[in-house]
């Protein structure tokens, strides 16, 4: 089954249920083309996108150990797709990595300032950061096609690994 295959029978289902889930906005608005990359000559500002911070989380504490040694010589945020709290964000950062480095701004904030360059964190957030001004970068950790289901999850994050 191509793509394109999966996609029209993810709409036709999800027409029919008549309601409006995660994977169908991403269907609805994604045209599936790479994003273009175009590297500032010196960048100086690094903003991670996350789908969440959960304290215990292994990759959250990944991304946090990165962005820490990163501080060392860059400006370092940190975005949540689905808007969270700053507090929450601080709670769960400082509960995961005792002295990361960095700061915490909203994604609507990131959307319209951008960054030089911007780190989707999951497959989900890859297709957050297509439309953000600055270099975009995938912080891979594992084949995250295999986390869920085969079925249109597979399939929307794979596709994000020929994308970004």
Known sequence: MS???????????YQKKKSITEIEQIIQKENFQ????????????????????????????????IGRSLA????????????????????????NLKGWRGSYISFSKVREKGADIVIATSWQTAYAIKEISGYKMYFLQDYEPLFGDYGEMYYLAKETYMMV
């Open 3 to 13: 793509i394109i295959d999966c996609i029209s029978f993810v709409l036709d289902y």
């Open 34 to 65: 790479p994003v273009c990359k175009q590297l500032v000559y010196k960048p100086s500002k690094i903003a991670f996108v996350l789908l969440d911070m959960s304290k215990g989380s292994g990759g959250c504490t990944s991304v946090l150990r």
């Open 72 to 95: 060392r010589n860059y400006e370092i945020t940190y975005s949540i797709v689905h808007e969270n709290t700053e507090k929450s964000f601080m709670d769960a950062a400082e509960y």
